[in-house]
C-alpha cells in the first residue's frame, strides 16, 4: 500500500488534526506523557509508526497544543468583559463559574494540565501561563477584598489556591450524569462564597 | 563482599523498614507506580538489586504499606470519639480539620494514594477504603443538614466530593513555608463552611 493511500484511508477514518489531538490527550492521561511512546499513540490511531509523522511531527507539538486547549479556555474567561468591568466579587464569581465551564468542556486538556510538572519547556511555558492566570485570580480576590466585599482575614493568594483547588478536584471525579456545569458551579460557589453553614 | 557484609553495612545506613518506605514511597511519586521497577528502587536506596529483595519482597508489597499508612491515619480520625459525638457540624469541621493534618503529616503517603486508580488487587483495596472514607463523611454531612446546620439545598455527596476536593488539592502546592496545618485548616473551614463573602 503506497503511502498516499494509507493517508487517505486514515482521512476517511477521521483522523484529521482534531481527532488526532483528541485521541493522543486520552492516551497522554491513561499512559502518562512522558510514559507514552509514538508507537503508543500510532496504535491508539489505528495507523503504522511511519504514518503517525505525516499527522504529526512528534509528541511535543501535540502536548502544546492539548495544553494551549485548556489554557486558552481559560485565558478566554479573564480577557472578557465580565472578568475585567464591574464589581471584583461578581467578577470573581464570574470567573470561578466559567471556569468550571471550561473544565468539564475540555476535561481531558484541563486534567492534562493539571499534572504537567514542567520537565520540558513545553510544561514550563504551560506552568507559567497557569500562574499568570493564578495572579489574575489573586489579584481579583484583593480587589474584592478591599471592597470589603470578602473576608480581609485570609492571604490572597491562599484564597486563590483553595479556590482553584475545588475547582480543579472536579477534574478527578466529573461524569456528566452527575449534572451540569451550571448545577456544579451552582455547588460550589454556593460553599465557597457563602459556606456550607446556614 | 558476602551478602551478610552487605545488609549489615545498609542497616548501619539507615535502611530499616520505615527509611525503605519513605523512599520507596518519594520514587513513586516522582516516576509514578507503574513507572518505578526494582532496579529504581535499588537505586534509590543505594544498594544492589539483589540487596533490595532482602529489604522487601516487592513493590506491591511496599505500596499496600504506604497506602495503609495513609488511610490508616484517615481511619483513625474518623474513629476518634471528636468524629462519632457531639452536633454534626461540629464532628464534620473536626474531621475536616484533621484530614488536613493527616495530610501535611504523611504528604507523601496521601499524595500516592490519591493517584490510585484501582490497577491491582492492592489498589483496589485502596479504593475500597477510600469510599468506605467517603462514606462516613457524607453522613455526617446529611446528618447536619437533618439537624438544620447545613444549607439542604445540596446533595451530601457532592458536597462531600467538594469539601474533600479541597482539602486534597492541598497536596498540589503545599510546602512547610506556607503555614502549618493548624493556619491551613482555618482558612479552608472559614472559606467552606462560612464563605468568603462578607
Known amino acids: 500500500m503506497s503511502h498516499m493511500a494509507t493517508t487517505s484511508r486514515q482521512r476517511k477514518r477521521g483522523h484529521d488534526p482534531e481527532s488526532v489531538l483528541s485521541i493522543a490527550v486520552g492516551v497522554f492521561n491513561e499512559r502518562g506523557y512522558d510514559g507514552t511512546s509514538m508507537e503508543d499513540l500510532a496504535r491508539a490511531l ?21 495544553l494551549d486547549r485548556a489554557l486558552d479556555g481559560l485565558f478566554e474567561v479573564v480577557a472578557d468583559p465580565c472578568a475585567t468591568t464591574g464589581p471584583a466579587i ?40 497557569r500562574r499568570e492566570f493564578d495572579r489574575f485570580i489573586a ?40 449534572g451540569s456545569a451550571d448545577d456544579l458551579a451552582d455547588a460550589l460557589l454556593k460553599m465557597t462564597f457563602d459556606g456550607l453553614r446556614v
Chains 1, 2 share one sequence.
Open 90 to 129: 461578581e467578577r470573581l464569581a464570574w470567573v470561578v463559574r466559567q471556569s468550571v465551564r471550561i473544565l468539564i468542556d475540555r476535561l481531558p486538556y484541563v486534567t492534562l494540565l493539571l499534572r504537567v510538572r514542567g520537565n520540558s519547556p513545553t510544561e514550563q511555558q504551560a506552568l507559567d501561563r
Open 139 to 178: 489579584h481579583l480576590v484583593k480587589e474584592a477584598a478591599a471592597d470589603g466585599e470578602i473576608r480581609p482575614d485570609l492571604d490572597p493568594a491562599l484564597v486563590t489556591r483553595l479556590l482553584f483547588g475545588t475547582v480543579n478536584s472536579i477534574t478527578e471525579w466529573y461524569q456528566p450524569a452527575r
Open 46 to 66: 489505528g495507523v503504522t509508526k511511519s504514518a503517525i509523522y505525516y499527522h504529526v511531527p512528534g509528541k511535543e507539538q501535540l502536548l502544546a497544543r492539548a
